[in-house]
Nanobody, 129 residues
Framework: QLQVVESGGGLAQPGGSLRLSCVVS????????????IAWFRQAPGKEREGLSC???????NYADSVKGRFTIFRDSAKNTVYLQMNSLKPEDTAVYYC???????????????????WGQGTQVTVSS
């Protein structure tokens, strides 16, 4: 069974950076992280969950306009980990950040819609001076 654990959240100043990690376990035997689509989402208090970025099985990426140019998603298949590098943070980036994953070996694209079956518990990111 797939399990996803996020980490790396915390307090950052406006203009600062954080790197979130998403460690995945329970992959199908013989198949690495590159057979899965993985995405990052966030949810601020009183707001709907927002898709931020995803990485497909082929390594293609997709970003929401709100984070394009500031956030970068990448994976380390050897560590079964996907990262979200967040730069130029703003107070409006404050939210709980979630990682989600789907088995998706046949599709070269990914989605930042919340159509994922496996989710982590989230990690809090607070951007404040």
């Amino acid at each position: 069974q797939l399990q996803v654990v996020e980490s790396g959240g915390g307090l950052a100043q406006p203009g600062g950076s954080l790197r979130l990690s998403c460690v995945v376990s329970g992959l199908r035997p013989g198949y690495g992280l590159n057979f899965y689509a993985i995405a990052w989402f966030r949810q601020a208090p009183g707001k709907e969950r927002e898709g931020l970025s995803c990485i497909s099985t082929t390594g293609s990426t997709n970003y929401a306009d709100s984070v394009k140019g500031r956030f970068t998603i990448f994976r380390d298949s050897a560590k079964n980990t996907v990262y979200l590098q967040m730069n130029s943070l703003k107070p409006e980036d404050t939210a709980v950040y979630y990682c989600a994953i789907n088995w998706n070996p046949r599709s070269p694209v990914c989605t930042i819609q919340p159509r994922y079956d496996n989710w982590g518990q989230g990690t809090q990111v607070t951007v404040s001076s």
